[in-house]
């Protein structure tokens, strides 16, 4: 899928910013790390881990979350049939407790196309934002300084351009503080916004004829 390159980088990646390879890891932030691979996730999701950004936080790590379709028959059909992909970025800082409220900052993206029906719901971008607060909350992930923006685009194409006519995308960028180092409900959470925002059906549900 064209959303994320998962990288080879094993689960706790090596130090970054110019740090020896060999210096150890804050043990907070090699627990954190560890705890995102932890999660329960649906079948319809994969996760790996991808690049992350540099400079932000003296430690940093990434994973992608990305929405397998398949291409069996008998799978429940979805809202939409677009690309769906997401990244979660974890960025560790001892120092930056004021600032952050705690040093362990979860940084989320999220992108996925939409389908008409869906994308002309004006109330589709505070809709999304509440799959996360109410996710974080009944998944008990503890957090605070929950923060973002959530947008939906609308564009036509013209002319001699491949594509359909009409697309819809939307787009969530949100940040917050964990107040653990246990991770794994925070990307559950994560996962079931992107879950929703790809028109998954819920957890279990069937077509009719699916054995």
């Known amino acids: 899928m064209r959303g994320v390159m998962f990288s080879e980088q094993s689960t706790i990646p090596p130090s970054r910013d110019g740090r020896a390879d060999d210096e150890a890891l804050p043990a907070d932030f090699s627990a954190a790390v560890e705890s995102l691979y932890h999660a329960r996730l649906r079948d319809e999701l994969s996760l790996g881990t991808i690049r992350p950004p540099q400079r932000l936080a003296p430690y940093s790590h990434a994973v992608g979350l990305e929405v397998d379709r398949g291409e069996n028959p008998d799978d429940p059909q979805t809202d939409s049939d677009g690309d769906a992909f997401g990244r979660l970025i974890l960025l560790h800082d001892p120092q930056a407790e004021e600032a952050w409220d705690g040093s362990m900052r979860l940084v989320a ?3 996925a196309d939409m389908d008409d029906e869906v994308a002309s719901d004006p109330l589709l971008p505070d809709v999304a934002w509440q799959w996360l607060t ?3 909350d009944n998944l008990e992930a503890g957090h605070t ?10 564009s036509m194409r013209f002319g001699e351009i491949g594509g359909p006519p009409r697309a819809h995308q939307l787009e969530m960028r949100a940040s917050w503080t964990a107040t653990g180092t246990d991770l794994s409900a925070h990307v559950e959470a994560f996962a079931d916004v992107l879950a929703h925002v790809a028109g998954l059906p819920p957890e279990g549900v069937r077509t009719l004829g699916a054995h």
């Open 145 to 154: 300084n929950l923060g973002g923006t959530v947008t939906s685009t609308s």
């Open 134 to 136: 109410e996710g974080l």
């Open 109 to 111: 993206y999220i992108q």
